[in-house]
Nanobody
Framework: QVQLVESGGGLVQAGDSLRLSCAAS????????MGWFRQAPGKEREFAAA???????HYADSVKGRFTISRDKAKNTVYLEMNSLKPEDTAVYYC??????????????????WGQGTQVTVSS
């Protein structure tokens, strides 16, 4: 079993930055990709960013150029640096583990384990 714990969410103003962290523990896969998803009130969960085991990255168009995903393998942690935040970025952000290490998966059913989520609220 894998446990994922997100942190770093909060209330910020439009144009501000936040960095989310997701720490993995437990029986992790030897190699795995990671993803960040988000779910706004009344909307379906959507893909935001993914990073492969080798460090390749992929972003949703809505966050490209503003968000950066990275990982620290030694710490089993993935990060989401969010800049130039907009009110429409308001959502609960979730990290997830994809056991296919080389894949950039945008579909949430590709991910095996999920964190509990962290709230990001951007005021205008």
């Amino acid at each position: 079993q894998v446990q994922l714990v997100e942190s770093g969410g909060g209330l910020v103003q439009a144009g501000d930055s936040l960095r989310l962290s997701c720490a993995a523990s437990g029986r992790t896969f030897s190699r795995y990709a990671m993803g960040w998803f988000r779910q706004a009130p009344g909307k379906e969960r959507e893909f935001a960013a993914a990073i492969t085991w080798s460090g390749g990255t992929h972003y949703a168009d809505s966050v490209k150029g503003r968000f950066t995903i990275s990982r620290d393998k030694a710490k089993n942690t993935v990060y989401l640096e969010m800049n130039s935040l907009k009110p429409e970025d308001t959502a609960v952000y979730y990290c997830a583990v994809d056991p296919v290490a080389s894949r950039y998966a945008e579909r949430d059913d590709a991910y095996t384990y999920w964190g509990q989520g962290t709230q990001v609220t951007v005021s205008s």
